[in-house]
């Protein structure tokens, strides 16, 4: 029954390219619309689940009024019932969530896709609650970490593993054991290095256990590419503006939380404080949405030229 019903999927996505990616983009919308919430009320330990959303002035947000994306150009950012701006962020991570859902179908297989985007959600929430907290919640790290080992068992194919099943899922939950167990090993004795040469932390314990879950979904491959590509991305991308900003002495407003309340909200100085997490997150991105038949491939030919030798 299973297996027919995956070959419907394949063969009306073949069909009709168009349906199931249209399906994904909307579907990643209002995943987004979740992860907004989940966001701004997990690090408060508030329920995700109810109350429903309100605005600052408490008034509950009206359904027709929370239609992800299009509810903020229609009311061009600014709440129905008081008038009050929102942040362009809510749109934004929406936005970003279903560009990620439609980039992660046309990536994989159907099944692979779907593991794909909890992957993705987790890795979004984890990132903008990093960025405003400077904090990874363990059900991100830890959870996520025993939900890709659970997954990998489920479906092989988010290691490449096919075949028998059982020979196929008992491969992968073992690729998915060894990278969460690289990368978490990894980052850990990096951070102890780390801390013997600087003489104070040199990185986060989220950020262990965050490699961990990222090598649980990607293998120790996306989790060493994660540590190293996220590494490598920070110091391309923010050493410029870290160095910009120290020498303009700038501090730009951070943009946060849900209209609810911003109060409370912890400011980063520019350039004092910047969390790893997001650029681990990227680096894992990268690695999921396609650059993994180039890393897995310089390891295995990395590896070649040892043995050979």
Not at 261 to 290: K, M, T, W
């Amino acid at each position: 029954m299973c297996m027919t019903f995956m070959e419907t999927i394949e063969i009306i996505n073949q069909d009709f390219p168009w349906f199931f990616a249209g399906l994904s983009f909307i579907f990643g919308a209002i995943v987004g619309s979740f992860l907004n919430v989940c966001i701004y009320r997990i690090p408060a330990e508030r329920s995700i689940v109810s109350p429903g959303s309100t605005c600052a002035c408490g008034e509950p947000i009206r359904c027709y009024h929370n239609i992800p994306v299009f509810s903020w150009m229609l009311l061009r950012g600014r709440a129905a019932c008081c008038g009050e701006r929102f942040s362009i962020r809510y749109p934004a991570i929406e936005l970003l969530t279903a560009s990620l859902f439609l980039w992660a179908w046309l990536a994989h297989t159907p099944l692979v896709a779907v593991v794909g985007m909890l992957f993705i959600a987790f890795l979004i929430c984890a990132t903008f609650i990093d960025l405003d907290h400077m904090i990874i919640p363990d059900r991100f790290s830890i959870g996520g970490m025993v939900i890709g080992v659970i997954l990998s068992l489920l479906v092989p194919g988010l290691h490449g593993y096919e075949g028998f099943w059982l020979a196929a899922s008992m491969q992968a939950v073992v690729s998915s054991l060894a990278g969460a167990l690289v990368g978490s090993g990894l980052v850990y004795w990096i951070a102890v290095l780390g801390e013997i040469v600087f003489r104070k932390p040199a990185m986060g314990e989220g950020d262990v256990k965050f490699v961990g879950f990222i090598g649980a979904f990607c293998g120790w491959q996306g989790a060493v590419f994660a540590m190293f590509g996220g590494a490598c991305i920070g110091t391309v991308i923010l050493l410029p503006v870290l160095l910009i900003g120290r020498l303009c002495g700038s501090k730009p407003a951070a943009d946060r939380g849900e209209e609810e309340d911003n109060a409370g909200e912890e400011e980063l100085q520019f350039g004092a404080q910047v969390p790893f997490g997001p650029l681990l997150a990227l680096a894992g991105l990268i690695y999921f949405l396609g650059f993994s038949k180039y890393v897995d491939a310089y390891f295995a030919n990395f590896a070649g030229f040892f043995l050979g030798a």
